[in-house]
Each structure stands twice: as C-alpha cells, then as structure tokens.
C-alpha cells in the first residue's frame, strides 16, 4: 500500500517536471535538461494529430516519437551519404540492339535533343 502510494506521488511528480521542462524523459530514462536541448518544430495539424496518434499506440511520448523518426532518417541517409544515383538505381534492362554511337551521342538518345552541358 506504501509502495503504491510512493509510486503514484512520484510518477505525478515526475509528470509535473516532465510538463515545466525542468526534466525530459528519454528512452524510459529521466534525464536533466542539460543532456538535451529543448527545439521547436513547426507541424501542420494532421501531422501532429497522426503522429501523436501513432506515439500513443506504440506508447511513447511524441518526442521520442520524433527523435527516433529523425534519427532512423539520419542514418539512412548518411549510410548511403545521402544520395540515390539513379544510375545505380535502375534495375531495367534493355534486350534489344543499341544503336552503334549510343556511347558518343548518349544525350541525344537520353534526352531527345542536343544537350549542351557547358
């Protein structure tokens, strides 16, 4: 019975300290404010609707929804340093005859008309 009333005043404590930003609860963990800084981002509605939506199903807050989200996208784009050669990324491959300059003349076949890049 002790416990369950320690436990209940903490956790209204805690959510008191989460909610002043005197603490920030990351990962399970409180942490000081000093191991994070405090940022303000700009949601349309929806977004903040559906993504404090989805925060709530998988039971997390919606901060930490948002530092995972921008994490996973920070290390897939500097796995690949962020850029998707489209060359490497097409997978079609042509079957039939080429024409003989296609190596010379490739713009004009690529894009239709003389392509000047200088």
């Not at 609860?25 to 993504?51: F, N, S, V």
Request: charge should be negative; hydrophobic fraction near 30%; proline fraction near 3%.
């Amino acid at each position: 019975m002790i416990r369950q009333i320690y436990d209940s005043r903490f956790k209204e404590l805690e959510n008191v300290l989460l909610d002043e930003g005197l603490c920030m609860k990351y990962y399970g963990y409180i942490m000081k404010g000093d191991h994070m800084q405090r940022t303000t981002i700009m949601l349309p509605r929806e977004l903040k609707i559906r993504a404090y939506s989805k925060s709530r199903k998988m039971g997390v807050s919606l901060g930490q929804l948002i530092r995972e989200a921008l994490q996973k996208e920070i290390d897939s784009t500097e796995a690949g340093n962020g850029l998707q050669d489209c060359f490497y990324a097409d997978k079609a491959v042509y079957q039939g005859d080429s024409p003989p300059d296609f190596s010379a003349e490739h713009d004009e076949y690529l894009y239709g008309e003389s392509h000047d890049i200088r």
